[in-house]
């Protein structure tokens, strides 16, 4: 099951965003195979504070804009909301610890671990703090168009003197 993070509700939400037409687009794709996808909960609230807070955007979405946004995307049928409860905190311990993480870092930590505990494969984030969970396998929808399996191996980019290489590396399957 693929679940999408907050960043990329906002920009499927939000017209003005460079990548709302991709965002908006790739929900759209995955929202009408029949495949069971998921929005954490966190993220739904997220996103509506995001996208009404006046700091952020100019003119903010209304409430009732954002609301009915999300009312759209819960009206699939094959989309599942993930939620906490008490065994999340067992995981996301877990992850706290794990990748050393402090302040609003763990709000991150907290996506992570409620989609583990539900089972999700892949989340579609362009947040590239979730790498610091690598049993959380991500995806960034925006630039890579091709949806994938969980455990595939993927190219991963390093520097060198010489510029940019690329290296199939099993070790680097989830990132």
Known sequence: MIAIDTQILVYAHRRETRWHERARD??????????????????L???????????VYSPP????ESLEQIDLWLESPTLTVLADDARTWTTLRGLLAAGR????????????????????????T?????????????RNPLID??????????????????????SRNPSTARS
């Open 101 to 124: 993480v402090t302040g609003p870092a763990c709000h991150d930590a907290r996506i992570a671990a409620v989609c583990l505990q539900h089972g999700v494969t892949e989340l579609w």
């Open 26 to 43: 790739r929900i759209a794709e995955l929202a009408n195979t029949g495949a069971r996808w998921a929005i954490p909960l966190h993220c």
């Open 45 to 55: 609230v997220e996103m509506y504070g995001i996208v009404t807070r006046p700091r």
């Open 145 to 166: 168009v091709q949806p994938g399996r969980a455990g595939e191996r993927r190219v991963r980019y390093r520097a060198t003197a010489g510029g940019t290489t690329r």
């Open 126 to 138: 362009d947040d590239r703090d979730f790498l610091r969970y690598p049993a959380l396998r991500t």
């Open 61 to 64: 979405s209304t409430p009732q």
